[in-house]
């Protein structure tokens, strides 16, 4: 038998026991920490290192105390971790940390133990392990307790290969700083902490693809403070400024600050640089003045926290003291020039926002200031009760920094439209103040996969930059999505998802610094997976809930991840999976949106939309070339298993389908059941084009048997219309209301309450009804959107942006009535409201003026719903919403709803489902008129009849006046009109259309029958009109009005004896224009079209389908290139 271990000096706290065997060699260690070794790291227990051991009280429930280890330990190698304890009172967990203070999940955590003198635990996992906790569940008062003893942990050290980096691949810092990316001087950095320098591999991983790091923690007060969080510290007399100043003293030398943490860093970059001067690594500072990790005796006098706080004199005094010590440090004559040009910036302020306005000492109320640390409050407010200490930090700092070391104000959430307020005024009053110097703003870019906007991102960011000269991204990091679980297949489609935002972020910063904005660098908050912060950490996005996280460049193997590829070779990355949304057809018209792909000869559109009956997709091909193969498929996966399949699909050849210029359409019904809004489908689009496959988001084409690659498509509700009524806000749902067709709101994200809402409204304000049902109401939460409440989200030009734009707005109204506002026009002089507490719940009524457009009849605007749920202690636990089902209505418009304005209650149709093809061809009817019903007059005067009419002399013509007609249900044409002094004219065929596949002889003949002037009536009292045309003009007429300079287009619709009536609110000049038909403007009829041609035809014989526009108008939703959408 042979001994596998090899005798060795080993501490005294150490003990080492061998194992033998006869074929395997193994080294089985143990390691043991007597409690005198352990070093509180935090803890909101009470603790106390006594008689060699530490006493730990439990007054709460989850009451925890954590200790960090004297060194750390490989989690590949521990096979169990012991905790030797004595005196227990209660029941207790066991905890045990991985890097970046990972908690412990799984097998790394052990509940409620009880009855014995040692308890073990099997970790598992990659990284370091580096402290370990005890924590009990017991409720408050239950008396828990226990004595630590000591705690052993062992490990297998058997030796091992040590893990290699991948040498061959590209530098990441050299796409980061190429020319057409962020340039040379760029920083290309990560976040790196003190364990991780000892990990050879790591830094090798530091060394060859980043040119600056950020110290994760050993830069921060608490750390220079040598982690002293007793209630209070030794101090000493020194003298400052001429003065003597009292400071603490924080380790057995009696210094005042311990640099031993940093330095260790800072040396091991200096050791590289003076290896590689070609190649050196630059440091930036972080952080010198914060809320957190900053010791609560630092503010009280004789620092002790039983103390009073210092005046602000006194808080100066100290703040200049600690700012200029940390920079003599590594700036001053003892530092001997040895860190010269090392450090490129520093953060002199981190976190002094929330809102919209500044961090005080009451942002959460339940949290004490008497903590030694204090979650969200900020003793420095406290202390101040102003920004002073902030105009202060940065007056000191230019004092005490070298000119080339940048001063950065750094924050989180800085992509938030509010928040992005309150950080541009403290940028703006720092560098207003006199004696300061602020070089840059740090966006942290802590993001998440399922609501990161690079548009959003790109917006914010040009105001940083603008307001404070520069941006760099300094803690860059992805939370992953919340469908994001264990497994294989999982962890390859979110490290896909992810790739693509990192690709999307790295775009959008390219084009930023392309166009003038400075985009200083890119900072990725970490090196490898298991040591990010995110799996702890959960007040700015983490996960320690238990969610898996993957946020980094660099796996646990120390290989480059699919986000690393995103930087430097987007062309390896797998197909992304798109989200698309399905719009519910209401009736025979398929709105919803257009999603559009193509390649270099082929170009596609498609609309899918929803009803009872299945799927139904309209598809657009642009394909000049006919060939027998032409076909396009549609395959369904209807449960989105994104696996091996066999797919429901349905595929139309080109003979089949409808042949337009320069290519074909065709609608294709894919008979589903159970369909609902929110339901997710996979779905895929592939059009041959002679023999050559296109695909919509397939681009490796496995459809027939796999569904991996489809796109995620979500059925949503279908337009809804909204009457026109005024209605006076009072809490009362008055008659106007019965017009009104209640939205039920049915997307559910773990709310407790049921919730409906009308919508009405007039030339001035949109109107919204919402009642909501829920048993327990509650606005303690101490965030608006925590509180019950109704958030209404508005966009009135309905562009559906990915960032908001000026017209977009955010209201919230809780059940009380206490309003909050999120959008530039978002304001309480726009909303009117009335909230009512009912039996069971709440009803909230609102007006909100129009900001942006003059309303009318046939305008689409976005809309959203949202009902926020709070429990009975004050949080909110879930949301209920009409169309959104991501929860980002407060950063985009493109989640929300559509409501289309009508003039009258358009009752609900009975959808019908999309044609199925035809085996044989079928006879086109003729298209018969529909009556037009006689519609209900607004509450505006009677019609008065135009007896003041005479023929005009005008001499102008309507240059520019543009008339839009329906060639088809998804095509337009527009042809130009001139209108001249009583002479009918046709109008020339100056052509703009939706489609490029569309002609000038496809456009109806346009003339003009008439041309004379309307005076006002006597009694007219200047409001619009409705008036009765003096001619027997049909109803089928249009109505163009010469007012400012040019022609107009006039609302107009049929009185109740047929005749023309148009509404007027200036009298002038008015031509009447008229539609004829040309028979070349029939489209071609295939037998899978019939029923639609006929549809077609019809609308191209009435003037019911006729749309007037006016010139300059762009058409909504132009197609884009590659993979777009836009709303039909």
């Known amino acids: 038998m042979l001994a596998t271990g090899v005798t060795q000096l080993i501490p005294a706290y150490q003990a080492q026991s061998l194992v033998f065997a006869d074929e395997v060699q193994q080294n089985i260690k143990k390691t043991t920490y007597t409690a005198d070794k352990l070093t509180v790291d935090w803890g909101n227990a009470g603790y106390e290192l006594t008689d060699g051991v530490w006493k730990v009280t439990f007054n709460n429930q989850y009451d925890q105390v954590k200790w960090r280890l004297p060194e750390t330990v490989d989690m590949s190698t521990v096979k169990s971790v012991t905790f030797n304890v004595k005196d227990q009172k209660g029941s207790v967990s066991l905890k045990v940390y991985k890097n970046g203070d990972e908690d412990a999940d799984g097998a790394n955590t052990k509940y409620e133990l009880t009855g014995a003198d040692e308890y073990s635990i099997s970790p598992t996992g990659e990284g370091d392990m580096v402290a370990v906790g005890l924590m009990t569940t017991d409720n408050a008062g239950s008396g828990s307790a226990i004595s630590l003893v000591s705690v052993t942990v062992e490990t297998d050290t058997t030796p091992k290969t040590p893990p290699e980096i991948e040498q061959n691949i590209e530098d990441w810092k050299k796409s980061v700083t190429s020319s057409d990316a962020l340039g040379e001087n760029a920083i290309a950095g990560t976040g790196i902490m003190l364990d991780e320098i000892k990990d050879n591999t790591l830094m090798d991983l530091v060394e060859k693809h980043f040119n600056a790091v950020t110290f994760g923690n050993e830069l921060k007060p608490d750390a220079l403070f040598n982690y002293q969080l007793e209630k209070s510290v030794k101090t000493k007399t020194v003298q400052f400024d001429g003065q003597d100043l009292e400071v603490p003293m924080v380790n057995d030398a009696g210094d005042s600050l311990d640099f031993s943490r940093a330095d260790a860093m800072v040396d091991k970059i200096l050791e590289w640089n003076a290896a590689h001067p070609d190649r050196k690594i630059r440091i930036r500072g972080h952080v010198l003045v914060w809320h957190s990790q900053t010791p609560e005796w630092f503010f009280h006098e004789n620092y002790d926290i039983s103390k009073p706080y210092v005046d602000k004199e006194t808080m100066n005094r100290r703040l200049e003291w600690y700012i200029s010590s940390v920079f003599d440090h590594y700036f001053g004559e003892a530092a001997n020039k040895k860190y010269d040009g090392l450090f490129y910036g520093w953060d002199v302020v981190n976190e002094a926002v929330i809102g919209n306005t500044y961090r005080t000492d009451t942002v959460s109320p339940a949290e004490s200031l008497d903590e030694i640390r204090h979650g969200n409050n900020s003793s ?417 030009n309905n562009a559906k942006t990915e960032s908001y734009d000026d017209d977009d707005k955010q209201y919230r109204i809780n059940y009380e009535n206490e309003h909050s506002f999120n959008g530039k026009k978002c304001l309480e002089d726009n909303v009117q409201s009335v909230a009512k507490v009912t039996g069971d719940g709440y009803v909230i009524e609102a007006a909100f003026k129009w900001t942006d457009i003059q309303p009318k009849k046939g305008d689409r605007i976005g809309l959203e719903f949202q009902i926020n749920d709070a429990d009975a202690s004050g949080t909110r636990i879930g949301t209920l919403s009409w169309n959104d089902e991501t929860g980002m209505g407060w950063s985009k418009s493109s989640v929300y709803g559509t409501i289309e304005l009508t003039a009258e209650p358009t009752p609900e149709p009975e959808p019908t489902p999309a044609p199925t093809p035809d085996p044989t061809p079928a006879p086109t009817p003729d298209p018969t008129p529909a009556p037009t019903p006689d519609p209900t007059p607004d509450p505006t005067p009677a019609p008065t009849p135009a007896t003041g009419s005479t023929k005009s002399d005008v001499k102008q013509t309507a240059e520019g006046a543009t008339i839009s007609h329906n060639v088809s249900e998804t095509d337009k044409a527009n042809a130009g009109i001139t209108v001249t002094n009583n002479k009918p004219d046709i109008a020339d065929a100056s052509l703009e259309s939706v489609k490029a596949d569309l002609k000038v002889n496809d456009v109806k003949d346009i003339s003009v029958i008439d041309v004379f002037d309307v005076k006002a009536p006597a009694n007219y009292d200047g409001n619009p009109i409705w008036i009765t045309l003096d001619a027997n003009y049909s109803a089928d007429y249009s109505v163009l009005h010469f007012q400012d300079g040019k022609w107009v287009v006039l609302e107009t619709r049929k009185s109740s004896d047929g005749k023309l009536q148009a509404k007027f609110t200036k009298f002038s000049p008015t031509a009447i224009v008229s539609i004829a038909s040309k028979a070349s403007t029939k489209p071609t009829t295939t037998k899978t079209d019939a029923k639609k041609a006929a549809k077609t035809s019809d609308q191209s014989a009435t003037a019911a389908f006729i749309v007037l526009f006016l010139a300059g108008v762009s058409m909504a939703g132009a197609s884009r290139l590659r993979r777009s959408r836009k709303q039909s």
């Open 380 to 796: 420095w407010w406290h202390v101040y009760k102003s920004n002073e200490f902030i105009i202060n930090a940065f007056k000191y700092a230019n004092k005490y920094a070298p000119s080339d070391v940048e001063l950065y104000y750094n924050d989180f959430g800085e992509t938030d439209n509010i928040k992005s307020e309150g950080i541009i005024k403290l940028i703006s009053d720092v560098k207003s103040a006199q004696g300061t110097r602020l070089d840059a703003f740090g966006m942290q870019a802590h993001y998440s996969v399922d609501s990161f906007s690079a548009a959003q991102f790109k917006t914010v960011a040009k105001k940083y930059a603008e307001a404070a000269g520069k941006v760099q991204l300094t803690e860059l990091d992805f939370q992953a999505s919340a469908a994001y679980k264990s497994g294989a297949a999982s962890k390859e489609s979110e490290y896909t998802k992810m790739a693509y935002c990192h690709k999307q972020l790295f775009d959008a910063a390219k084009d930023l610094k392309k166009n003038g904005t400075n985009v200083a660098g890119i900072t990725v908050w970490g090196v490898i997976e298991p040591n990010s912060w995110l799996h702890s950490q959960s007040n700015v996005g983490g996960g320690a809930d238990g969610s898996k996280q993957c946020p980094l460049l660099f796996d646990g193997k120390y290989k480059a991840k699919p986000a690393y590829w995103a930087y430097v070779d987007a062309t390896k990355l797998e197909p992304l999976i798109q989200d698309i949304v399905v719009a519910e057809q209401k009736g025979d018209t398929m709105s919803g949106t257009e999603y559009s792909f193509s390649d270099d000869d082929t170009q596609a559109a498609f609309i899918p939309t929803w009803d009872k009956d299945g799927l139904n997709v309209l598809v657009s091909v642009k394909d000049a070339t006919i060939n027998d193969t032409d076909e396009v498929t549609v395959y369904v996966d209807e449960t989105n298993s994104a696996g091996d399949v066999t797919p429901v699909k349905k595929t139309v050849k080109r003979s089949e389908a409808q042949a337009v210029d320069g290519g074909y359409r065709a609608t294709i019904k894919v008979p589903m059941t159970d369909l609902k809004v929110a339901k997710t489908i996979g779905m895929d689009v592939k059009v041959m084009n002679n023999d050559k496959a296109v695909s919509f988001n397939d681009l490796k084409e496995m459809q027939e048997t796999s569904s991996k690659y489809y796109a995620k498509a979500t059925l949503k509700p279908g337009i809804e219309k909204a009457t026109k009524a005024t209605v006076k806000i009072d809490g009362e749902a008055d008659s106007e209301w019965d017009k009104a067709v209640a939205i039920p709101l049915t997307i559910n994200l773990g709310a407790k309450v049921t919730a409906d809402a009308k919508v009405l409204w007039d030339d001035e304000n949109l109107y919204v009804y919402a009642t909501v049902k829920d048993p327990v109401l509650n606005k303690d939460g101490g965030e608006a959107y925590q509180q019950d409440s109704l958030e209404v989200f508005i966009d009135e």
